[in-house]
């Protein structure tokens, strides 16, 4: 029986941070603090002013539609989808207006994945499976199988999962 | 701990067979043959002419945005909801239209669940629980739980499960 891995969208698939750093450069000039990520969130990065736009922007039909994909992860996906059981699981249903977006995107730039490989939830501790892959310790600490931490800047603090840095280690470990 | 219990969305809490009743007897005159539903499908009940366009119905935004709810479902689910871990998990990324449908039907309907309740995918396998109440039997087989197959007009050759007939059944057994 084939593997099953259980794959996160945003921050592993898509660049969160890519498309927050690209909508902020183009209208404010105070430098993004990576150091205050650390304490769990992307937005902290971000003059405090600024943080409940970006928040909101979340919620705004078309954010999760645009956003540019991570490096590496269409080619490395494509063999992993042909080896394993695959399966992307995204935490979207806070954000309603996420859902229809996020599947187009997923058809867009991963047409080799089919709507039965997609689960939009709000919690993911009911899924199961041999390896998850996911950027949020929270998304983890449940799962029964390898949990993989996806490194981004926000979650560098966190050491209780074995970290991959990207895609392309995937690949390796994985293909 | 409490029990998790997982419980479908269409011909479980929704009543997608009493919208398509309406819907067609408005337009059509014969019959609806309830005994050719047996086959697995609802939409089979229904003459062939007609089959297409109820098919097509499935993928149009607003369908399940306005399906009645099924009776004691409420009730029941509000009082399940208080006792036990509750999830809902709908098949329904074939349907993208239907995404955002489903979680504004569920607040109307059910405001005591919240979206991080709620599952939309296209395969249930890879979900685990105590208890799972579902009309297929596709979605029942890989469940490592208790199997419970609510009962519909499209599964009363279906044998392999325990068939529970209606949300007072239900009540009676988990509250």
């Known amino acids: ?16 941070l890519g498309a927050m750093e690209l909508w902020y450069k183009e209208r404010y000039a105070a430098p993004i603090d990576y150091d205050r990520m ?3 969130s992307l937005v902290k990065g971000f003059p405090e002013e600024v943080q409940p736009i970006m928040r909101q922007r ?17 080619e490395v996906l494509k063999a992993i989808n042909d080896k394993y059981e695959l399966f992307i699981v ?4 806070e954000f309603p207006n996420s859902l229809k977006d996020k599947m187009e995107w997923l058809n867009d730039h991963f047409p080799f994945i089919s709507w039965r490989q997609l689960v939009l939830c709000g919690d993911k501790k009911l899924v199961t499976g ?3 892959i996911d950027d949020h310790g929270r998304n983890l600490v449940h799962f029964p199988g390898e949990k993989w931490l996806y490194h981004a800047p926000h979650n560098v603090l966190v050491t209780e999962y074995e970290r991959v840095m990207d895609w392309e280690e995937i690949g390796k470990r994985l293909l």
């Open 58 to 74: 979340l919620f705004e039909p078309g954010f999760f539609r645009h956003l540019p994909v991570m490096a590496n992860s269409q």
């Open 90 to 93: 995204s935490a979207a249903t």
């Open 38 to 40: 650390k304490e769990g």
């Open 130 to 132: 041999d390896v998850m």
């Open 1 to 16: 029986m084939k593997k099953r891995i259980i794959v996160d969208m945003d921050e592993v698939m898509a660049d969160v």
